[in-house]
Structure formats: structure tokens, C-alpha cells
């Protein structure tokens, strides 16, 4: 029979992330000794005290259904952290559970976007914004930076005509670069919002992986004028080490909370109630998260040190998260720019078994997504691998 | 500001009728609750047991978004076997629920104009995600003269060069009803003919009381054109795990894993561990269950027919008895809301699912039997008044 798909199924094409990650780790089965720097998601084990609570959980048992929003106690939890962090009060209705920081976007994108709208997005952008955006026939505006380091401006919006969106997407620290917004350059994109009308959603999944002497800036504590605006994205995955748990926040006005849920309430119901149970003891953890940032942080250095020597390589040190955005177009071939990124990675895991993302996806042709995410040793031998395939690549 | 889909979304008002429940119980109130499809029991232990080895084995990270492949192929091979089908782990995609197979399908299947049958009464879901999406609900009746069944000439009528797609439900939620294997036959020769897909939801496919489960995928034809949502909600008694997953052509589930990766990524991860060993380990403990709700089904459904002005025939699966009340003189809804307010009865009312529930109240009996005996003595106490 003729498969009649809908036109969803045709836009939405498969995150490269992931799909790269599988082809790495198909290698890996056959036990080649493949380095995986594809995939973003902390190497380490969830904290104890969390699978400790899950386990609590399992023994007692009446995990049933909860409200599709979350179980009230988590809700307030978060209300009550994320009002010190972000400096507002916040209420438990305010606050929503979901399967992971992606499906907040999801639902926050779905319940805003009619067919046509549009949505700015800084360049680069995780994978994920423009297959969303994509779905909902909505259109993505892409924001590229004209300054080095990856970070928008109020001139930039407004080149972009970013003030005819729905929505503006915000990532700090961002995936794939790992720049890290200031205060005051929040500020200035706050005072550019201040004269616009779109939601923004901030995407703060990495807020405890920051390297800098000031830290994660929360967009609402620069804008707390702007909070009905304002959708904070956020979740357990990255600080915590939880991401196959399918743990995610979302902060926002209630009536927009409100239809968040009413349209989980279709797609998935509530959130695992176990891992529901578990998150209740995440925020007693902070020892835990920081001590994760910091190994991140020294990882990050070890990887800086050995790459900057590589000829023809050019990046910015990463403030926050856990990846490093290098410039390739150094060694692809000046006669054949399109592709490059893609043929490096291939030549990469080829030869040296490294697996890496090229950066077309992102947004950035000629460039390669390093993740840190794994040891010291792992990560200097895959330097080393780099500047031997570099020397091998044909452009 | 909203999204102008939002306005075609509906409720699952059993939700709704749960929290006006508890408020009242907050008030001091004793209330039975027999509103929501969740069973009482707790997760059998050797699937508990496989779910705490699981966290402390590290199952906390990210996995392929259509399913960690050892537990799809435990999910193909179950299918296989219990449905007497051809199908591997390709075919498989595992969700957070089967809640999320009814909107990945449909996300992927149906285009904006195009048509979706689906049975009325019925799971309330059905109908606001076919809205949602843009296309046009076509509710198939189910009348109780038919044993919450239709007629294949019904069906037919309903057809047009526009549908893609019925949704079947069997057992079903809310009359319990079961389709007979003369039903799937026909209704798998009008699908062939008019080449549309068939969501089948059996959820409920252990919950059966006479006779065993047939799935629809096995009629000559069937098995391209269906999509089979299971889970482990029901059977295991997981609700809150969430846990489950569809079984459909290798196409139609690429697509939906991809949904699935960018929507929510994948199932947590510890959940499907202990969702593989609920298939391969023993049944004993969800036999028990099928077992106990069956004597609850035969004691509710006997102290039903006993209350004047109820009729209530016996279903034949799933924990759902759907009793007419038309005799009563009310409408359903201001039923619901008088049981609930004034006899301290938490039921629904057969328009949650859909226009054609009007004149029937749905009871779920996943609650103990000195509970049901309690909800029958103050059914029987309304019955009473309203009837003087
Ligand atoms: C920028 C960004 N936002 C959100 C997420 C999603 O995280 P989760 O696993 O909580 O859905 C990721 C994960 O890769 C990410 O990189
Ligand atoms: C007919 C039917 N299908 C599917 C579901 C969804 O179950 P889950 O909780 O696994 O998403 C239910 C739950 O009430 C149901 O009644």
C-alpha cells in the first residue's frame, strides 16, 4: 500500500545529533575504539541521592497518574527555587513538568505559533529550534551575529527584522558554541524586547555549567518587567545528569502554563511519576552540580590546550556548557567550501575514529561541534587524533 | 495571543472530575471514586525490582528516541507471539505512554482537511487530537443495543474518498465492549477497499473476560495499513511510569521516532528496562488482577441492574461498565454532577466521551469491592429520589 504521510512527517528531519550518534556508536558495537564527541549529555551518573529517592519511590509504591502539569509538590519545589535564582516570586502555577527541556519548547512553540508566523533564532542554534519551528509550519528568522563570539545584538534583531516575530529564542550558555551571555548584554537585548511584543523563550538548560567570574545571568532577573513574556526553559538533564530521566521545567505566565498543560494533557500526560519523585530531592544536590561544573570545566581547558595548536583550526574558548564551536574552513578546500564540515567529520571518524558534529545543522557550514563530555585522557587523546586526521584530510 | 489550534483542543474530564472530588473530600466529604481509568494495584514487584537494578546499572541516559533496541525487540517478540504476527523490532516505537502514539500517528499521518472515524463514545482524546490537527472527526456511533458496537453498513456510511484513518478501540474505554472476529473482518475488508489506515488502541487487550484478544493487524491486508498502540499502563497496573508503544509499518514508525526526537527525545530510560521485564518475566500478578476485576465487574454490573431505572449490560473487558440512565430523567451531565455533590459518587458521564454517551453514566472499578458495594447503595439512594 502507497504510504500517505502527513506533512509533518515530511518536514521533520531526523536530529544529526542523534544520528550521528548512532553511526558512532554502531562502531563502537563492533568494537572499534571510537572517541564520541557527538552527543550532549554529561558522561557522569546521576547523583546518588536522586536514584536513592527513585528508588524510595519504587518501594513505596502509588505511582499512578499525577496531574498532567506535575505532581504538586515538585511544582512548588521548582516555583520556590527558581524564585532565588531568577529573583521574582513565582507560584506553583506557574510552573510546568515535562518530558525534558525539548518538550517545554515544544509545548511553549505549539500553543503560540500559528501556520506562517515567524520565530527569530540566533545563529548558531540548536538543532532542534529550527525542526520544531519547522513543524508547526511557523518560520524560523535567523539572527546572525556580526560581532566575533556567537552572541547577538539589539542591531542584529533588528536587521534580522526580528520585530515582526512571535517569538525570539534565547540560549545561554548555548549548544553548539558554548558562549555565555553577560549581564549586560542581556540588558541591551532586554531594552530591544522592551519595544517589541513577542514571547521569548530563554533556554537555560546549561545555567549551572558557566565558567565565567559572573556566572549564569537568568534573562528574568535583567527583565523581571518582561515576565509575561517570558518563557523559561530549564530542566534537571544537563546540571543533574539526568537526562534519561525526562525531567524539564517550564516558568512562565500561568495562562500560558495553562495551555502548555491542556495540550500535554493530549500528547503525553504527565511526566514519569517516579522520576517526578526523584527530582523532589535534586535541588539538595548542589554539591553534586558543582562538582560536575567544575570536572566540565577542567575537561574544558585540558581540550583548549591541545586543540589551539592545531594549524588551521580557529575557535573561541568556550565559556559554559559542555562544547567547543571550531572554525574548519582553515583546512577545507578554498574550491570546494560546500560540504566541508561534513567531509572533515566523515574523514574524522573514518580514519581516527573521532566522532564529531559538523556544524551545517547549527547553522555554521565550516564549522565542527566538540563535546567535552567525557574525561581528561579521552578527551586529549581525541586532540591528538584531530591533528593527525587534519594532516591527512584532503580538504 | 494563543495559538488559534488551541481553541479545538478539548479535556479528559475525568481529570476534572477527579479535583472537584478531592476538593470536596478536603471539605470533609467521603467520596468513592470510580472516575479515573487507573488501576488500583501497585506494579507487580518483579517489575519494580527491575526498575531499582536499572537506576543503580546507570539507565539515566538518553537513548535512541523510537527505543533502546534490546527492549524493542522484547516488545516485536511479544507482539509477535501474543498477536500471532510478523512484525520486529523495526516496527516498534516505544513512548512515554500510548497516550503519545495516538498524537505521533496522527501528527504524521493526517493532513489538514483530511477525515478521521473514530467511535462515539469513545476515549475523549481521539476526537480533540483529530481537531486539533485540522482535520475533519467523523464519529462512528457505538449503540448498546449493538453491544457498544456498529454495524458494517454504519461504518461505510461514513466513509469517504477523504478518510485516512479509524480508530478502533477494543476492549474499549468507556463501554467495555470487545468487537467480534466477524467485525474485524468486515471491517478490514472495508479498509482494504477504501485504503485507509486503522489505529487500533488495545490497551486493554489482557483486560478480557471472555474469549481472548484478536487484533485487526492479522486480516489479509491489515498489517501495512495498522497501527497497534499498547502499554503498560493498564495490564501492569504502571500508569504513573509511563510507558508505551505502537507497532506499525517500518516507514510510518521512522517517522514517528523522529516526532518523537524532536519533541520529547525518548522514554526514560529505567522505565523501559522494567517494561521489557513485565513482558518476559511472570504473568501471575496481572492474572490476579484480570481476576479480581472481573468479580468486581460481576458484582457492579449485578447491583446495577438491580436500581431502578438502570440497565447495565455486562462488558466484556477492559474495568469500565457503562449502565444506562436514561430512565432516570436527568441528563447524563447533571448526573454526574448530583451523584458526585449530593450521594458522594465520583463516575462520569457518558458526553465526556462524546455526543453519543448522552443517557449513560460511565463507572470505572478499579476501586475495591467494599467500595463498589458502597457506590451501589448510593447510586441506588439517588435512583430513589429522583424516581419518588
Ligand atoms: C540547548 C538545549 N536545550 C534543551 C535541551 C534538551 O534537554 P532535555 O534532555 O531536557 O530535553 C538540550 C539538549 O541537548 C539543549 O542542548
Ligand atoms: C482507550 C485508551 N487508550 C489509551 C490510554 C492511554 O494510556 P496511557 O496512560 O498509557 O497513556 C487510555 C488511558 O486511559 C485509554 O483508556
Redesign the interface.
Known amino acids: 500500500?502507497?504510504?500517505?504521510?502527513?506533512?509533518?512527517?515530511d518536514v521533520?528531519?531526523?536530529?544529526p545529533t542523534?544520528k550521528l550518534d548512532?553511526q558512532a556508536k554502531q562502531l563502537l558495537a563492533r568494537g572499534e575504539p571510537v572517541i564520541n564527541l557527538t552527543?550532549g549529555?554529561p558522561d557522569f551518573?546521576?547523583p546518588l541521592r536522586i536514584?536513592e529517592a527513585?528508588?524510595r519511590a519504587?518501594?513505596e509504591?502509588?505511582?499512578?497518574?499525577?496531574?498532567?502539569a506535575g505532581l504538586p509538590a515538585l511544582r512548588r519545589k521548582v516555583a520556590d527555587y527558581y524564585a532565588a535564582r531568577l529573583g521574582v516570586s513565582i507560584s506553583p502555577g506557574e510552573v510546568i513538568v515535562?518530558?525534558?527541556a525539548?518538550?517545554i519548547l515544544?509545548n511553549a512553540l505549539?500553543?503560540?505559533?500559528?501556520q506562517g508566523?515567524e520565530v527569530a533564532v540566533p545563529v548558531p542554534y540548536w538543532v532542534?529550534y529550527p525542526?520544531?519551528i519547522a513543524?508547526l509550519r511557523a518560520r524560523m528568522i535567523p539572527v546572525v551575529p556580526s560581532h566575533p563570539g556567537w552572541k547577538i545584538t539589539p542591531e542584529d534583531l533588528d536587521r534580522a527584522g526580528a520585530g515582526r516575530a512571535k517569538a525570539l529564542i534565547l540560549n545561554t550558555p548555548s549548544n553548539p558554541s558554548g558562549a555565555v551571555y553577560t549581564r549586560a548584554e542581556l540588558e541591551a537585548l532586554a531594552e530591544y524586547c522592551r519595544k517589541t511584543s513577542f514571547f521569548i523563550l530563554t533556554d537555560e538548560i546549561y545555567e549551572d555549567l558557566v565558567y565565567t567570574g559572573e556566572g549564569h545571568i537568568p534573562l528574568m532577573t535583567v527583565a523581571p518587567d518582561l515576565r509575561h513574556r517570558i518563557v523559561t526553559v530549564t530542566g534537571l538533564s544537563k546540571s543533574y545528569?539526568?537526562?534519561?530521566?525526562?525531567i524539564g521545567f517550564g516558568i512562565a505566565d500561568e495562562k500560558a502554563i495553562g495551555?502548555m498543560t491542556?495540550?500535554q494533557?493530549?500528547?503525553?500526560?504527565?511526566?514519569?511519576?517516579?522520576?517526578q519523585k526523584a527530582s523532589l530531592a535534586a535541588f539538595d544536590c548542589r554539591d553534586e552540580v558543582e562538582a560536575m561544573a567544575a570536572a566540565f570545566r577542567a575537561r574544558r581547558d585540558a581540550l583548549v590546550a591541545d586543540l589551539a595548536s592545531i594549524p588551521g583550526l580557529r575557535f573561541l574558548v568556550p565559556d559554559g556548557a559542555f562544547y567547543l564551536l571550531a572554525d574548519v574552513s582553515g583546512l577545507v578546500d578554498p574550491e570546494r567550501p560546500v560540504g566541508g564540515c561534513w567531509r572533515l567529520a566523515e574523514h574524522l571518524l573514518q580514519t581516527e575514529k573521532l566522532a564529531v558534529v559538523p556544524g551545517e545543522p547549527f547553522g555554521v557550514p565550516n564549522h565542527l561541534r566538540l563535546s567535552y563530555a567525557a574525561g581528561e585522557t579521552t578527551l586529549r587523546e581525541a586532540a591528538a587524533r584531530f591533528r593527525r586526521a587534519t594532516a591527512t584530510f584532503g580538504g | 495571543?494563543?495559538?488559534?489550534?488551541?481553541q479545538r483542543?478539548g479535556?479528559?474530564t475525568a481529570?476534572v472530575v477527579l479535583a472537584r472530588a478531592r476538593a470536596l473530600e478536603a471539605q470533609g466529604r467521603d467520596i468513592v471514586h470510580l472516575e479515573?481509568g487507573?488501576p488500583d494495584f501497585?506494579?507487580p514487584a518483579n517489575i519494580?525490582a527491575k526498575?531499582?537494578a536499572a537506576?543503580?546499572g546507570?539507565?539515566?541516559?538518553?537513548?535512541?528516541?523510537a527505543g533502546k533496541p534490546e527492549v524493542r525487540k522484547v516488545f516485536a517478540e511479544y507482539i509477535a507471539r501474543d498477536r500471532g504476527l510478523d512484525v520486529g523490532p523495526e516496527n516498534v516505537v516505544v513512548?512515554?505512554?500510548g497516550?503519545?502514539i495516538m498524537?505521533f500517528v496522527m501528527?504524521?499521518?493526517?493532513?489538514e482537511g483530511?477525515e478521521v472515524i473514530y467511535p462515539n463514545p469513545g476515549f475523549p482524546?481521539y476526537e480533540?487530537?483529530i481537531n486539533?490537527l485540522g482535520a475533519k472527526s467523523v464519529p462512528l456511533q457505538l449503540s448498546e443495543a449493538k453491544d457498544f458496537s456498529f454495524d458494517i453498513a454504519d461504518l461505510e456510511r461514513l466513509v469517504s474518498d477523504r478518510t485516512?484513518l479509524l480508530i478502533l478501540n477494543s476492549p474499549q474505554n468507556p463501554t467495555g465492549g470487545v468487537l467480534t472476529g466477524a467485525d474485524l473482518d468486515a471491517i478490514a475488508r472495508l479498509a482494504v477497499k477504501h485504503?485507509f489506515w486503522v489505529l487500533s488502541d488495545e490497551i486493554y487487550s489482557k483486560i478480557i473476560y471472555e474469549g481472548t484478544h484478536e487484533s485487526i493487524a492479522t486480516r489479509p491486508?491489515m498489517l501495512?495499513?495498522t497501527i497497534i498502540l499498547d502499554g503498560h499502563s493498564k495490564t501492569y497496573a504502571m500508569?504513573?511510569?509511563?510507558l508505551g508503544y505502537g507497532v506499525m509499518?517500518k516507514?510510518?514508525a521512522d517517522?514517528v521516532a523522529?516526532?518523537q526526537?524532536?519533541?520529547?527525545?525518548?522514554?526514560?530510560?529505567?522505565?523501559q528496562i522494567a517494561g521489557a521485564e513485565a513482558l518476559t518475566g511472570p504473568q501471575d500478578a496481572a492474572a490476579a488482577m484480570v481476576a479480581e476485576f472481573r468479580a468486581r465487574r460481576d458484582l457492579l454490573v449485578a447491583g446495577l441492574n438491580e436500581i431502578p431505572g438502570i440497565t447495565c449490560r455486562l462488558p466484556r473487558g477492559a474495568f469500565y461498565v457503562f449502565p444506562n440512565v436514561s430512565q432516570l430523567g436527568r441528563k447524563s451531565s447533571e448526573l454526574e454532577s448530583l451523584l458526585l455533590d449530593k450521594y458522594g459518587v465520583a463516575a462520569l458521564s457518558g458526553t465526556a466521551f462524546g455526543k453519543f454517551g448522552e443517557g449513560y453514566l460511565r463507572f470505572s472499578y478499579a476501586n475495591s469491592q467494599p467500595q463498589i458495594r458502597k457506590a451501589l447503595e448510593r447510586v441506588r439512594a439517588m435512583s430513589a429520589d429522583l424516581l419518588g
Open positions: 500500500m502507497e504510504m500517505r504521510l502527513g506533512w509533518l512527517a521533520i528531519d531526523d536530529s542523534l548512532g552527543v549529555e551518573d546521576t536514584r527513585a528508588h519504587l518501594d509504591g502509588g505511582n499512578g497518574y499525577t496531574a498532567s515535562s518530558n525534558g525539548k518538550q515544544y505549539s500553543i503560540l505559533l500559528n508566523d532542534t525542526a520544531q513543524a545528569a539526568m537526562t534519561g530521566w525526562r495551555a491542556r495540550l494533557s493530549h500528547s503525553t500526560s504527565n511526566v514519569n511519576t517516579i522520576a | 495571543m494563543l495559538a488559534k489550534r488551541m483542543l479535556t479528559e481529570f479515573i487507573e501497585d506494579t519494580v526498575g531499582v537506576l543503580q546507570g539507565e539515566t541516559h538518553y537513548g535512541p528516541a513512548t512515554p505512554g497516550k503519545p498524537y501528527t504524521a499521518l493526517v493532513d483530511d482524546i480533540s487530537v486539533f485516512k485504503d491486508g501495512e495499513r500508569t504513573g511510569w509511563r509499518p516507514e510510518l517517522a523522529k516526532l526526537t524532536n519533541c520529547n527525545s525518548c522514554t526514560a530510560s529505567f522505565t
